[in-house]
């Protein structure tokens, strides 16, 4: 019933998802949610890498503009 409800896209709907065993319910919620927490994860993980980029060019610029003034 599981598969069945996924993987056919005609039959995929909250009917479908109502008419799930219970257990298929609750794997469907976990899956979504995996999904969901993993997006998030990423997210933060480019931002945390484009933050440590502007950092660095921060600091070359203002040691550059140092250099310049000596």
Same mark, same amino acid.
């Given at each position: 019933?599981?598969? $069945?409800?996924?993987? $056919?896209?005609?039959?995929?709907? /909250?009917?479908? =998802?109502?008419?799930?065993?219970?257990?298929?319910?609750?794997? +469907?919620?976990? #899956? #979504?949610? =995996? /999904?969901?927490? +993993? &997006?998030? &994860?990423? =997210? +933060? +993980?480019?931002? #945390?890498?484009?933050?440590?980029? #502007?950092?660095?060019?921060?600091?070359?610029?203002?040691? $550059?503009?140092?250099?310049?003034?000596?």
């Amino acid at each position: 019933m599981f598969s $069945n409800a996924l993987l $056919n896209g005609a039959d995929f709907s /909250i009917e479908g =998802l109502r008419a799930m065993d219970l257990w298929a319910q609750g794997l +469907f919620v976990v #899956i #979504i949610g =995996l /999904i969901g927490v +993993f &997006l998030v &994860l990423t =997210l +933060f +993980f480019f931002t #945390i890498v484009v933050m440590q980029k #502007i950092s660095e060019a921060a600091k070359k610029s203002k040691s $550059n503009a140092e250099a310049a003034a000596e």
